[in-house]
């Protein structure tokens, strides 16, 4: 991916944990790398085409002395996010925050934070089968909207399937919704949390009733297995209630791990399942 580099941007501002800091203000300086397709640009010879990096500058600098922060790095994520949302050209920046005035009574160069950014493609299950399903899932998928880090959400239709794994339960309301994300995989998994809390979400049984439920199914192409979190899902495979939003959703997504597409996945599931009715 090309770049569009910004180097020593100087801003005057009051961040720091100290009060004279926030009273008195120091200098910081931001180094910013955009990355950005330029070839149209390069053809066409048009602003338009591309990220006016002044603007990008100003943009910083707005960022940056709007609020006070106690925290360099908490500058740095605010300049990220405001960049990737007001430039649709951006796909992902680096972004350093430098305070070479840091109150550190030892000789130093600076101090400086460097974080990178960039937008991520998501699919996200969801699901309920208690209470008033449809609103909490409308209210759960109003506040993935509503989050200031995800853009371009897509819903699928809502389909009533049977419960899977601990069947003594009602029907289920299922569907997903794609959508393109700055956080974390991990921060993604928290905001989710913090929705299904909202909505009243209990985990008193494995596989149990639940008011809402959000998985994360895919995250870009990445793999991740640890304590928190398994991407792909380590079952929607076997999973029609997952495979037929996701279908709709994104049919050429190719699971990283299985090497088909969620098309695939699904009419291979639907074979198998006519298959194994014939035989019973």
């Given at each position: 991916?090309?770049?569009?580099c910004?180097?020593?941007?100087k801003?005057?501002?009051y961040?720091g944990?100290?009060?004279?800091e926030?009273?008195?203000?120091?200098?910081?300086?931001?180094n910013?790398?955009l990355?950005?397709?330029?070839?149209?640009?390069?053809?066409?010879?048009?602003l338009?085409d591309?990220v006016?990096y002044?603007?990008?500058c100003?943009?910083?600098?707005?960022?940056?002395?709007?609020?006070?922060?106690?925290?360099?790095?908490?500058?740095?994520?605010?300049?990220?996010?405001?960049?990737l949302r007001t430039?649709?050209?951006?796909k992902?920046?680096?972004i350093e925050?430098?305070?070479?005035?840091?109150?550190?009574?030892?000789?130093?160069g600076s101090?400086s934070?460097?974080?990178?950014?960039?937008?991520?493609?998501?699919?996200?299950?969801?699901?309920?089968?208690?209470?008033?399903?449809?609103?909490?899932?409308?209210?759960?998928?109003r506040?993935?909207?509503?989050?200031?880090?995800?853009k371009?959400?897509?819903?699928?239709?809502?389909?009533?399937?049977?419960?899977?794994?601990?069947?003594?339960?009602?029907?289920?309301?299922?569907?997903?919704v794609?959508f393109?994300?700055t956080?974390s995989?991990?921060?993604l998994?928290d905001l989710?949390?913090?929705?299904?809390?909202?909505?009243?979400?209990t985990?008193?049984?494995?596989?149990?009733?639940?008011?809402?439920?959000?998985d994360?199914?895919?995250?870009?192409?990445?793999?991740?297995?640890d304590?928190?979190?398994?991407?792909?899902?380590?079952?929607m495979?076997?999973?029609?209630?997952?495979?037929?939003p996701?279908?709709?959703?994104?049919?050429?997504?190719?699971?990283?791990?299985?090497g088909?597409?969620?098309?695939q996945l699904?009419?291979r599931?639907e074979?198998?399942?006519?298959?194994?009715?014939?035989?019973?």
């Open positions: 991916m090309d770049k569009i910004i180097d020593e941007l801003i005057y501002a961040h944990v100290f009060e004279h926030q009273i008195n203000g120091q200098y910081f300086y931001v910013a790398v990355y950005v397709d330029t070839e149209k640009a390069g053809t066409t010879d048009c338009e591309s006016d002044g603007a990008v100003h943009t910083i600098a707005e960022v940056m002395t709007k609020e006070k922060y106690k925290l360099i790095e908490t500058a740095a994520q605010t300049a990220a996010d405001a960049i430039y649709s050209l951006v992902s920046v680096d925050v430098r305070k070479p005035d840091a109150p550190i009574d030892m000789e130093f101090v934070v460097k974080i990178h950014r960039g937008w991520h493609d998501v699919l996200v299950a969801v699901g309920s089968n208690l209470g008033d399903s449809r609103s909490y899932i409308d209210n759960g998928i506040a993935l909207e509503e989050n200031d880090r995800i371009d959400l897509r819903r699928s239709e809502l389909i009533v399937t049977k419960p899977y794994g601990y069947t003594d339960q009602s029907d289920f309301l299922n569907g997903a794609r393109r994300t956080l995989p991990h921060g998994l989710l949390h913090d929705i299904e809390n909202t909505a009243g979400r985990r008193e049984i494995h596989w149990g009733p639940r008011t809402l439920d959000l994360i199914i895919f995250y870009d192409h990445e793999i991740i297995d304590d928190d979190l398994i991407v792909p899902h380590t079952d495979h076997n999973r029609s209630f997952v495979l037929i996701a279908a709709e959703l994104m049919p050429d997504y190719r699971h990283p791990v299985l088909m597409t969620t098309a699904l009419r599931l074979e198998n399942d006519q298959y194994n009715s014939s035989r019973s």
